[in-house]
């Protein structure tokens, strides 16, 4: 059975930099859960700079979810990694409050459509092996298992992973 979205909700991605980082904090606070159970940081400056090798700044994008004007998740993307036209999404996540309700589900859509239309042919991710929401969410979004990493770390902390890809 297809989840039906809550199309009440006013659902708007904005770029986001790191002059505004006191948004992504608090986000990142109020998502605690999340990085508590599947790592990752939540140092606003390393949101904002880290980048894979090879990779330069003008490489990545972050993007605030709003609902109405509240926000209420955040993404982190690279352009052209792993390879060109491909984009990978390095974080993608919507405080408590919003899980279960088609905000991701929004934000996703004018993600992909963003991608799309900016010359990318593929999107790629990488989704923790107990993060089984999240694993059936990309699945349903047209994602399939790409390769297993059984050893992938997240600041030193082992974390068995599943990366994920989605070809348009």
């Not at 993608?92 to 239309?117: N, S, T």
Request: hydrophobic share 45%; aromatic share 12%; glycine share 6%.
């Amino acid at each position: 059975m297809k989840k039906k979205l809550n199309l009440n909700l006013k659902v708007s991605l904005h770029p986001i930099t790191i002059d505004e980082k006191k948004i992504f904090e608090e986000v990142a606070r109020k998502s605690a859960d999340f990085f508590e159970t599947f790592g990752g940081g939540t140092n606003s400056t390393d949101f904002f700079t880290e980048l894979p090798p090879n990779q330069v700044a003008e490489d990545k994008l972050n993007f605030v979810i709003c609902v109405e004007e509240e926000p209420v998740g955040v993404i982190d993307m690279v352009m052209n990694f792993p390879q060109e036209q491909t984009w990978y999404i390095g974080l993608f996540v919507i405080v408590p409050a919003y899980r279960g309700k088609g905000v991701a589900q929004v934000a996703f859509q004018q993600l992909e459509a963003l991608v799309f239309e900016l010359g990318g042919t593929a999107l790629c991710l990488a989704v923790a092996e107990d993060n089984e929401r999240a694993r059936k969410f990309w699945a349903r979004n047209g994602f399939i298992d790409d390769n297993y990493l059984p050893k992938f770390k997240i600041h030193g902390v082992k974390l068995p992973t599943y990366e994920m890809v989605k070809k348009f």
